[in-house]
């Protein structure tokens, strides 16, 4: 399957369903009042963790999503049956984007976490709602409240303990075979692994843990060369980086050049990357020459205050020991810090009721979500309607701002999908 970590959908919730105006009609009730019955409300639109699916790729055929609408209310006060919600299944370590305004709306980091994305739309009442003891007879209804529509950038983000990190060809996926249940491609020329490898290493007698490969790294990488960026962003979020280094390559003259080219493109990526805690695995022992350089490397990097053990994954030299201590250093560490997401409910949330801007001579343009939602779930062909919607605007304080404005009567005034000629609103 291909490695898909990254695409932009379109998501919608579902409308809610109309409510309907309707009397009663039985035998010997001639005079018989309102029934008509309120809409069913939209489904949500839901994100779910999943730990069966690995990638994106299987997203990339259907790019619209939308979640079943309300039905409409009945007649004999019978309200519209709920659209049912759509669960969009994702891979553990899914971010979730708004695309126009590239805020995170979502991480997706633990199996079985669910999201909801955009709620569905309420159903309009029914005019059995809007009788009174003056109003016996109403002809009214409201339509059901839009949907949500959003355009969403998906981003995946592999989960794992251990990144394994290093230059082409140093033997990351034959050491990744060697350690857990992951099988990559093993081949003798660089750039054999195309795709992040994820592998579950269980030591003897010591707690399993997670281990992703990450290929493409080379000098340069943080500006996209080889797979660069591509695929950096998926050790972001592991406690420990892994660095493998082919000992048989390395040079006299700067024995830890190898090392340096890895590391300075970890840092130049991001800062903090470069500052987690580094256990380096001198590969390829079974190697004459790399017995011949390793103690001049290590010596050289413990130097520094870096952990060296000397390994082969051809042969398993040397394996158990750096898992070992790998298992010691995770029970040290942290876990990784979550990344920050909206998802949180919000049990209040004041926002202007409108804004009025003029786009040009003549041409008003009107937002805010609850003189939107207003507009849309008026039925214009009701004149009982539209006197309602009236005495809301006045409610709103909208009348007496318009009356501020130094508009002409012809002037036109957008909100949402409806126009309105500024006398209308005082007729």
Known sequence: MKFVDEITIQVSSGSGGNGVIA?????FVPMGGPSGGDGGRGGDLIFEATDDLTTLYEMSFIRVYKAENGDHGQPRDMIGANGKSL???????????????????????????????ARGGR?????????????????IAEKGEPGKSLNLRLELKLLADV?????????????????SNARPKVADYPFTTLNPSLGIVKPEGLSAFCMADIPGLIEGA?????????????????????HLVDVSQLDMENIASNYDVIMSELREFSQELADKPVVVAANKMDLP??????????????????????????????????????????????????????????????????????LSEGQWVVTGPEIERLVAM??????????????????????????????????????????????????
Do not use: W
């Open 289 to 358: 020459d790399s017995r011949e350089l390793f103690p001049e490397f290590k010596e050289a990097l413990e130097a520094r205050g870096v952990k060296v053990f000397a390994v082969s994954g051809a042969t398993s030299e040397g394996v158990d020991d750096l898992l070992k201590y790998i298992c010691q250093q995770l029970q040290e560490l942290r876990e990784p810090v979550q990344i920050a997401g909206n998802e949180e409910e919000k049990l209040y949330e004041f926002l202007e009721a409108y804004q009025i801007e003029m």
């Open 163 to 179: 990144g394994l990190v290093g230059l082409p060809n140093a033997g990351k996926s034959t050491f990744l075979r060697a350690v």
């Open 87 to 117: 669960v969009i299944k994702v891979p553990v370590g899914t971010l979730v984007y708004d695309q126009e305004s590239g805020q995170l709306l979502c991480d997706l980091d633990h199996k079985g976490q669910q999201v909801i994305i």
């Open 378 to 427: 008026t039925d214009f062909t009701s004149d009982e309607a539209i006197a309602v919607f009236r005495r809301k605007l006045k409610k709103l304080g909208f009348i007496e701002d318009l009356i501020q404005l130094d508009a002409g009567e012809d002037d036109v005034f957008t909100i949402g999908e409806m126009e309105f000629a500024y006398r209308e609103f005082f007729i």
């Open 123 to 139: 159903g309009g009442l029914g005019n059995a709602r809007f009788a009174s003891a003056v109003r016996r007879t109403p002809r």
């Open 222 to 242: 943080h500006e996209g060369a080889g797979l660069g960026t591509h695929f950096l962003r998926h050790i972001e979020r592991t406690r420990l980086l892994l």
């Open 23 to 27: 009397f009663r009609r039985e035998k």
